[in-house]
């Protein structure tokens, strides 16, 4: 049986107070540390994403909008429905 897949869309919030996930319209709004610069904030991401789904980091890909703050991110183990379940509990860094 393949792994579960689910891919999300992303807004990153770059050089954020706080870090952390929270449900937006349609799509995931990420607030990281980093800047958006030389791929900080994408890394940060990652890290703040796979924290919030209790996940190991490489679980995590982005798959298209690396230089862009809108993202599609993918996501291997989880359902849909578990990972919005994970984010509702307490997407907080």
Known sequence: MEPEVVRFTVKV??????????PGR?????AVHAPALKGAANREM?????????????????????KSRRKLVEVSGLT???ALARIERGGRA
């Open 13 to 22: 919030k770059p050089r954020s107070s706080k870090s952390g996930v929270t």
């Open 26 to 30: 349609g799509e995931l709004v990420i």
């Open 46 to 66: 990652v890290e703040v994403l796979s924290q919030a789904l209790d996940i190991p980091r490489s679980r995590v890909r982005i798959v298209r909008g690396e």
């Open 80 to 82: 849909a429905k578990e």
